[in-house]
């Protein structure tokens, strides 16, 4: 049964709102190349929200339904027929090529997968309060998040439009308009509170997103109920203060999101005049065709970017091609896949149509699960990289010492998330050597990093006689003065509360405690009034623990901050020499000088803390930047870093061995730290490293 129309015929066609989507999709993919560029052209996403809600709104207001069914029947298979096709095409020819050139893709497949039902947004905020979900650039289908969003709000809508009455009559419209307002108003109190608090994992969640797709339909529904044209001489100005707020900075991620929408939304309202210079440049031919393969071009942008970083890299050499094949696959994509299955009569019956857009999604999941778990890994088809261990997983693998004697069993001695909060780290398990014997015991504390240096105090055991316990919290402070609002800050505020004290009583005098934490985040590469207090509180917070344990006789060391590793993107995989890419992947490193110099501010607090007594710092820079580039390769070639995270490879905790080895001796044989080395830009190590 087909729907009848009403309130003056059908929907008019609106050549500007393309305009907006190839406004919307350029900006994404202009911030995805390099988001430097346009720092919040991300935000096109959220362009792509207001206009769905916009004209999925305009389109129901001209139908006419007899029945629930009628119109979730009709609706849903328009959105089968739109959504599906183009979207089963792109995960499968992009999850095969990505198997050729990712060692281990299971992690972008499972969020392909996921995709095909609308799902990826759920999955991907579950791996982001997994402490190492995969690292989004790398993942070829994280950008399939925004589909998730939509066709869950799709799931919702049909009902809100039928139980209120929507377009039947006038009572109708204001419960429709009251409704969706009170949703909207909660759905944005949560956007702002979850991005007050930090909570970055509700960036995918329905809920936090519902608001705006909610504003393109009361938009529409406002656009039935005012004259417009006495407000169309707004509609340029608007457009350039939206296209302006695409440059805001990142760190006003929540302001800019509400801004672009109201933005958005007031000039979808207002842009009724085709003769205004707005509308001139968004009804252009070339402009409106970007906007009619606008979805296609969304799916495949950020598969050949994806590609791209795993092989020939990103730059302002290959960028043309790129731009040229991200064009060449929306083409075809939408003159070949999806224009003509949205116009096709799948079946004189809508749940069978249905039927076959859901039984081809998983058919194709089917595919693509075949590829991302028993095929997984053996479709690639470059070299691996030579390693003892890779991967996030990896650090909580059970580590043996050389000679078998001892062994650190990795999950039972570590908080993975908020859910171990009461959890107990058991000695035995998580202490290499014989802590009830040993001549020294000492005790590391820190987040991930502390667990993947295990492999660092081999000699410590096996040669000097100590018993060296390691614990991590992931995603904690490196001390409990700094306040932790991140996803894990339950588990943090335990471990630093309950587990390390109670670990910390079973010290006794001369033993250690080895505080081991990643600190890029206290060097941002722009310092500010915040970054000043983070370091400040960081400073407060070793003294204090300093004197709480000097008060017992233990002695404390400090890891220093490694190189900004993580910013560079790259996955151990992409260093390697292969023959796609002959020099490994161009990943984005720092020079020693740039690390050392944004790495100015932390070096004079460590230099503080060095000349104090009681305070070792720990500086492993010429292990982690032994060239004039910081990247992944140590002096002897062997690969730094196990993941994309900059956790140290087991290759690089045995290279850091040595030199823990010999600033934990220099104390003992000495009785105070050996002070820092004003010769070397502020690299507290140095000296020793080159006495090798």
Partial sequence: ??????????????????????????????????????????????????ISGFVITQSLYYRRYSSLGDLL?????????????????????????????????????????????????????????????????????????????????????????????????????????????????????????????????????????FWELAAGSLIFVLSTRVDTRRIAGLATPLLVMLVASLWLAQENAAVATVLVVALCSLFILCSTNASSASSRLLCNRAVVYIGLI????????????????????????????????????????????ETPLRKATWSKHRLVSIGYGMSSACIASALVAFIAWPMNGRLYAG???????IGVESLVHEYVLPDAR??????PCVLADDTEVGKVIPLADCTLGDFDTAETRMLVLGNSFAASLVAAFDQL?????????????????????????????????????????????????????????????????????????????????IESLSVELQGRGVKLAVLHGNPFAREARCDPAEVVPQWYAPEGRLCAFLSRAETLKRRARLDETMR??????????????????????????????EILYRDAFSHPSVEAARLSGPMIRRRLAAVTEQGMPLA?????????????ARSD
Wanted: with cysteine; aromatic share 14%; hydrophobic share 45%.
């Fill in 461 to 541: 055991v096996t040669e000097d006689g100590f018993a060296v316990t390691i614990t991590s919290s992931w995603g904690a402070s490196p001390v409990r003065e700094v306040p932790n609002t991140g996803e894990w800050s339950e588990a943090n505020d335990y471990y630093w509360q309950v587990v390390a004290p109670g670990l910390m009583d079973r010290l006794r005098p001369g033993d250690w405690v080895f505080i081991a934490s990643d600190l890029a985040s206290f060097s941002p590469a722009a310092p500010s009034e915040t970054s000043e207090a983070r370091l400040t509180q960081l400073k407060t917070g």
């Fill in 294 to 337: 606008s979805y296609s071009l969304y799916l495949w942008h950020w598969s050949v970017l994806s590609l791209s970083r795993w092989t020939v890299g990103i730059s302002a050499w290959t960028a043309p091609a790129q731009i040229g094949l991200m064009l060449l696959l929306a083409v075809l994509s939408y003159h070949y896949i």
């Fill in 676 to 688: 820092y080395d004003d010769g070397n830009a502020g690299s507290l190590g140095a000296e020793e």
């Fill in 608 to 637: 503080d803390l060095a000349q104090r007594r009681d305070v070792v710092v720990v500086d492993l820079i010429d292990v982690f930047c032994p060239g004039q580039t910081c990247n992944y390769r140590a002096a002897n070639g």
């Fill in 73 to 209: 029947g009709d609706f849903y298979v328009r959105r089968v027929k739109r959504l599906v096709p183009a979207l089963l095409v792109f995960v499968l020819v992009t999850g095969v090529l990505l198997s050729l050139f990712n060692p281990d893709p299971s992690q972008s497949l499972k969020t392909g997968l996921m995709s095909l039902f609308g799902l990826s947004n759920i999955y991907l905020q579950i791996k982001a309060t997994d402490y190492f979900g995969g690292a989004a650039h790398l993942n070829a289908f994280t950008h399939t998040w925004s589909l998730g969003v939509e066709e869950q709000f799709y799931l919702l809508f049909p009902f809100i439009i039928w139980l209120t009455g929507f377009g039947r009559k006038t009572p109708g419209v204001r419960a429709f308009v009251t409704t969706l307002g009170l949703i909207s108003l909660i759905s944005l109190a949560g956007f702002i509170y979850w991005n007050h608090i930090g909570k970055h994992s509700f960036y995918f969640f329905t809920p936090t997103r």
């Fill in 383 to 389: 070299d691996r990289p030579n390693m003892a261990a």
């Fill in 1 to 50: 049964m087909q729907p009848t129309f009403h309130h003056a015929g059908q929907p008019v066609y609106r050549r500007e709102i393309d305009g907006l989507r190839a406004l919307a999709v350029v900006a994404v993919i202009i911030n995805h190349f390099n988001s430097e560029l346009l720092p919040s052209g991300y935000l096109g996403v959220d362009v792509f929200f207001v």
């Fill in 406 to 411: 001892y062994r650190w069993k990795g999950e």
